[in-house]
């Protein structure tokens, strides 16, 4: 069972069989992942958790980690009776906090997904980029986290090719708080560098990553995949940093996939 202080998160799920943990990225919430909730109801049971101060959830309170993630996370798993191996994937963010559930947790694990992520902790510029963040969220709120990010988030030929996507990312981002944000972006900038562990992950690992990722360049996705004993890679085509929303067909496809092969 998870030890943690972070009250339940808010849930959104679908589908039965095989557990399915899908964990969002920054500053999204569990909206994200309308498209798999949807799309990959047959594969297995979704759960798709808000983080907290994001979507439904209430805010966490200190300290802010990615290990206090993965136990929330974790605790979601414990609340729907699941005490057996999951599958569990993260985006970017979401990625982090697999990786801490993969150290934290091996048992529990019967696959890992690692989407749009990278393994490494954040360099002296990006932790210094954090705390300018954490200091405008505290000013400004939640609101110019997104913006900032926004242009960088999918395919530069998306944005014309699919405003609907463009408009949906908006949409989920609208739904990140202050505290959400602030929490996010320390359990962030503190976290470990996973790239130790990598070797050490035994379970099956599929690493999805978009062709144009602006965000994590796709050369982390190979450089993790490569590291990994029993892992996989997949490079989507026409995609950025949210696949499953720019290529959300091809995306389930090769989630679907993997979640029967293990
Ligand atoms: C994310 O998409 O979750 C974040 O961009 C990851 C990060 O800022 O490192």
Request: a negative charge; aromatic letters at 4%; charged letters at 15%.
């Amino acid at each position: 069972m998870a030890d943690t202080k972070i009250p339940l998160l808010h849930v959104q799920s679908s589908g039965t069989g095989t557990p399915v943990l899908l964990i969002h990225g920054f500053p999204f919430t569990s909206r994200m992942w309308q498209p798999q909730l949807h799309g990959l109801a047959d594969a297995g049971q979704i759960l798709a958790p808000d983080l907290p101060g994001f979507g439904s959830s209430p805010a966490a309170p200190p300290p802010h980690s990615v290990d206090e993630l993965a136990h929330a996370c974790m605790a979601v798993l414990d609340a729907h009776g699941i005490s057996g191996p999951a599958v569990v994937g993260g985006l970017s963010m979401g990625g982090y906090i697999a990786l801490a559930i993969a150290r934290l947790y091996p048992q529990r694990l019967r696959g890992l997904m690692l989407l749009s992520t990278r393994a490494g902790a954040d360099g002296a510029e990006a932790k210094a980029n954090r705390d300018k963040a954490i200091a405008t969220a505290q000013e400004q709120g939640p609101a110019p986290a997104g913006e900032g990010m926004f242009p960088k988030l999918l395919a530069p030929g998306n944005y014309d090719a699919q405003p609907q996507t463009a408009e949906e990312l908006k949409a989920i981002m609208a739904g990140a708080t202050t505290e959400g944000v602030v929490m996010a972006l320390t359990a962030m900038r503190d976290r470990p560098d996973s790239t130790p562990l990598l070797s050490q992950i035994s379970v099956p690992t599929l690493v999805v990553h978009g062709e144009e990722d602006q965000v994590i360049p796709k050369s982390e996705a190979e450089a993790m995949a490569a590291a990994i004993p029993n892992s996989q890679l997949q490079i989507i085509p026409q995609a950025g940093h949210v696949p499953n929303l720019e290529q959300a067909a091809e995306f389930n496809k090769i989630i679907a996939s993997f979640v029967a092969s293990v």
